[in-house]
């Protein structure tokens, strides 16, 4: 999954280590998601939501982001 998280955090001038310590998780989680190696559970972005000041769609991209509506 596409994110934006490492540039709304470089954004607020936050670093890995306060971002990962004010979610309560490790840095090298937060290098992972902004990495796009691990997708944070929904209770997770929501705070990362919270804390960068943006919604979770604005975050984070499905990496097919073609949404398409039930043809029935």
């Known amino acids: ?5 490492r540039t709304r955090r470089a954004a607020l001038g936050l670093t890995q280590a306060e971002l990962a310590e ?3 998780v490790s840095r090298q989680t937060v290098i992972s998601i902004e990495r796009g ?7 997770l972005a929501f705070r990362l939501s919270a804390l960068l000041g943006a919604s979770i769609e604005e975050l ?3 990496a097919d982001h073609d949404v398409r509506t039930d043809p029935r």
Request: cysteine-free; aromatic content about 12%; hydrophobic content about 40%.
């Open 1 to 5: 999954m596409e994110n934006h998280v």
């Open 22 to 24: 004010r979610l309560g």
């Open 60 to 62: 984070f991209v499905p």
């Open 37 to 43: 190696r691990f997708d944070p559970s929904l209770p």
